[in-house]
């Protein structure tokens, strides 16, 4: 990861941008950063606010040969990644808010979209593409009083700002090291999935569709799928694709 590194100024979203080069035929291990990004990219069609200087706005291209099945584990591996490149600059461990809301002191310090790609019909051609944005150095009024409720900084929780660049090179070793280890470890990482996990034993609202639904989250299945109990008692597994879930 990294061998082709590109910092741009300004981009729209650094994911955007990889997505760009990955159909023009780029070599996995791609990494683009951004200083700033005009369009940063949430789940569910959220915006991303990407400060200038303020955090890392990083992409990778990764063109692992798996199932489909094996690619969606991607984006749990990838809060486990960015766990690991924080604790190893900060030396505190975050949390994750299934299925990857990076979590301090109860607050979201990093997002992740993870976007998978399928040009033509080879296993050559598909790509999968990890986005991170881990916020450094906001205030809260960087953030705005309503943001602010629920997100946080490197800076705020620590009490001391880490350079950007250790983060930042902290991050591509980790994703480095992760991409090395896909598939064949996946049994670690579902066990540090599962000790990193704020969700187990707390209750969720399930955002679905045929949701929103409300029960208590109890495990992380093998396909890093969270199982959820209903208040009836029965389970039901939320994968990935298809739903986020909410701390209450
Ligand atoms: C989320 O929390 O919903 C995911 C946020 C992901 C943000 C990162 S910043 C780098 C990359 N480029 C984007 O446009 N989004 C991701």
């Known amino acids: 990861?990294?061998?082709?590194?590109?910092?741009?100024?300004?981009?729209?979203?650094?994911?955007?941008?990889?997505?760009?080069?990955?159909?023009?035929?780029?070599?996995?291990?791609?990494?683009?950063?951004?200083?700033?990004?005009?369009?940063?990219?949430?789940?569910?069609?959220?915006?991303?606010?990407?400060?200038?200087?303020?955090?890392?706005?990083?992409?990778?291209?990764?063109?692992?040969?798996?199932?489909?099945?094996?690619?969606?584990?991607?984006?749990?591996?990838?809060?486990?990644?960015?766990?690991?490149?924080?604790?190893?600059?900060?030396?505190?461990?975050?949390?994750?808010?299934?299925?990857?809301?990076?979590?301090?002191?109860?607050?979201?310090?990093?997002?992740?979209?993870?976007?998978?790609?399928?040009?033509?019909?080879?296993a050559q051609s598909q790509y999968v593409v990890p986005g991170i944005g881990i916020n450094i150095s906001q205030t809260p009024e960087d953030f705005g009083p309503e943001v602010a409720e629920v997100a946080t900084s490197l800076a705020q929780e620590l009490g001391w700002t880490p350079r950007r660049a250790d983060i930042a090179a902290a991050l591509l070793r980790a994703l480095d090291k992760m991409n090395a280890d896909f598939p064949r470890e996946k049994d670690r990482y579902l066990e540090q999935y599962r000790r990193d996990c704020v969700n187990l034993g707390q209750p969720v609202r399930v955002l679905a569709p045929g949701g929103p639904w409300e029960g208590v989250a109890e495990a992380i299945d093998e396909e890093f799928q969270l199982v959820v109990r209903r208040p009836d008692g029965t389970r039901e597994t939320v994968s990935a694709g298809e739903v986020s879930v909410r701390g209450l």
């Open 1 to 122: 990861i990294g061998r082709e590194l590109v910092c741009l100024g300004e981009v729209d979203s650094t994911n955007s941008a990889v997505k760009r080069r990955a159909v023009e035929g780029a070599p996995a291990g791609l990494a683009i950063l951004a200083e700033c990004q005009t369009g940063g990219r949430g789940r569910r069609g959220r915006v991303f606010l990407s400060p200038a200087g303020k955090g890392i706005y990083c992409s990778v291209l990764l063109r692992p040969k798996a199932e489909l099945r094996e690619l969606l584990w991607i984006t749990a591996w990838t809060g486990v990644a960015v766990c690991d490149a924080i604790e190893a600059v900060c030396h505190v461990r975050p949390g994750i808010k299934w299925t990857n809301d990076i979590i301090l002191g109860k607050k979201k310090v990093c997002g992740i979209l993870t976007e998978l790609g399928m040009e033509g019909e080879s």
